[in-house]
């Protein structure tokens, strides 16, 4: 973890801490599938035609009032592909055969609105913002290339649904993040004009509360 996922996770577990007699304390495991919406033709040409693929993560929330929460998540991606070369925005891609993988890391904070809150169907919406480190490793002829790596401010919304009213609860979570200047100085990337490696994260939860 970079330094300055560090420090957002540190300043937001203090703030936790400072409110930890405000409200319900829930702890929720989470996995589903990421999009890489905002750099898709890029991920397409490098993935072979996906966009993303599977991520994990988990996030701690913590109630203010009755409806009102703060949290603090984040998430892993990671995709194996292969490096390539594309001639003009317009043409078709061309994969190399050097492997390359991707790796983002976002760490973020949330401010949201339980709606309908002591129910046992509770939808919910936030928005915050966070970091995201964004890492890339290939090899050329077995060889090592250096190591591009990027960490970004990036802004998170997200929307979903929480079932059950016990100690153990589910739920499902939509959230679409930009992380703009990450990518884009060479590559297809660059070609294509895309710099953000933000997207689309749909996911399902565990939430352990008390």
């Known amino acids: 973890m970079s330094r300055a996922n560090i420090v957002v996770l540190t300043g937001a577990l203090l703030l936790t801490g400072g409110l930890a007699q405000a409200g319900e304390l829930a702890i929720s495991l989470e996995g589903g599938y990421f999009d890489l919406t905002m750099a898709r033709k890029s991920a397409q040409a490098v993935f072979g035609g996906s966009a993303g693929g ?15 929460y703060v949290a603090l998540g984040g998430r892993r991606f990671q995709g194996d592909g292969e490096r390539a070369f594309l001639a003009d925005a317009s043409g078709e891609p061309y994969r190399l055969g050097h492997p390359l993988t991707v790796r983002t890391m976002p760490v973020y904070a949330l401010v949201g609105y339980r709606f309908s809150s002591g129910k046992r169907l509770v939808p919910y919406a936030g928005l915050g913002f966070g970091i995201t480190s964004y890492r890339e490793e290939s090899t050329v002829a077995e060889i090592e290339r250096p190591t591009v790596t990027a960490t970004k401010p990036s802004g998170h919304v997200v929307a979903g649904l929480e079932w059950g009213r016990g100690t153990v609860r589910f739920g499902v979570e939509a959230m679409f993040s930009t992380v703009p200047g990450a990518i884009g100085k060479d590559g297809v990337s660059k070609v294509y004009g895309e710099s953000n490696v933000g997207g689309l994260t749909i996911v399902g939860k565990v939430v352990l509360s008390r």
């Open 54 to 68: 599977a991520t994990f993560g988990a996030q701690v929330r913590l109630g203010i009032g009755r409806s009102f």
